[in-house]
């Protein structure tokens, strides 16, 4: 079953900070975030494994709840740069698709000057 | 640059054509996947490869005939397509096929069945 993320579509202005949510109704062993720019092959950002860790790629940050079997994606003082689909790739800890990379529907998210 | 290439970038094909999709990867990796991207839809895993070996197809309709001739290629046969298959077609590769694996996905394939 696939991760839920919200919002479905952000628009900044540069400089301002977003957080992207991703939810899952499974326990999760993993969390996986990509970012993929019109046009270009997605990109990896980051993995976060369970234990609640926070993970930082220059200012943008995510953390993972476990028990709430969430992640959010931080950006801090948004650069025209990351604008782009945001995806998140959840790893169920257990059952029939224990193992399984299955990713959300993306947050499309603009930055303009 | 990802070091994966996809060819073509873009196809058009009638419903009753054959053709193939082509996915090279230079990262030295051992696994490869074939994903499915639609508009306003998730990523859809349709096929795995390991070691050249196929380790999941995602119940992906038989038109569609994946070939993993050594680790550094995959393909993507195409024939008797409907138009609801026009889709992004992704390939990406990672070291291996296991958990918390980073993928490294090519550009894509925009085909447009007609």
């Known amino acids: 079953q696939q991760p839920v993320q919200s919002p479905q579509a952000v628009i900044l202005r540069e400089g301002e900070d977003a957080v992207i949510n991703c939810s899952s109704s499974k326990a999760l062993y993993s969390v996986h975030w990509y970012r993929q720019k019109h046009g270009e092959a997605p990109v990896f950002l980051m993995i976060?494994?369970?234990?609640?860790e926070q993970k930082g790629h220059e200012k943008i940050s995510a953390s993972f709840n476990e028990k709430k079997q969430q992640s959010s994606l931080y950006l801090t003082a948004s650069q025209l740069s990351y604008s782009g689909t945001y995806f998140c790739?959840?790893?169920?800890?257990?059952?029939?698709?224990?193992?399984?990379?299955?990713f959300g529907q993306g947050t499309i998210l603009t930055v303009h000057p | 640059e990802t070091g994966v290439t996809q060819t073509p970038r873009h196809l058009v094909m009638g419903m009753t054509n054959k053709k193939s999709l082509k996915c090279e990867q230079h990262l030295g990796h051992n696994a490869m996947y074939w994903y499915k991207q639609s508009a306003k839809k998730p990523l859809e895993l349709m096929f795995v490869y390991n070691f050249k070996e196929q380790t999941e197809n995602n119940s992906v309709p038989s038109r569609f005939s994946p070939e993993c001739p050594n680790s550094s290629h995959l393909f993507l046969h195409l024939h008797t397509l409907q138009p609801e298959d026009s889709a992004l077609y992704l390939c990406?590769?990672?070291?291996?096929?296991?958990?918390?694996?980073?993928?490294?996905f090519g550009s894509g394939t925009q085909l447009s069945v007609l």
């Open positions: 976060l494994l369970k234990g609640g």
């Open positions: 990406a590769s990672s070291q291996a096929s296991r958990i918390n694996e980073k993928l490294f």
């Open positions: 790739g959840t790893v169920n800890a257990g059952g029939t698709s224990y193992g399984k990379l299955t």
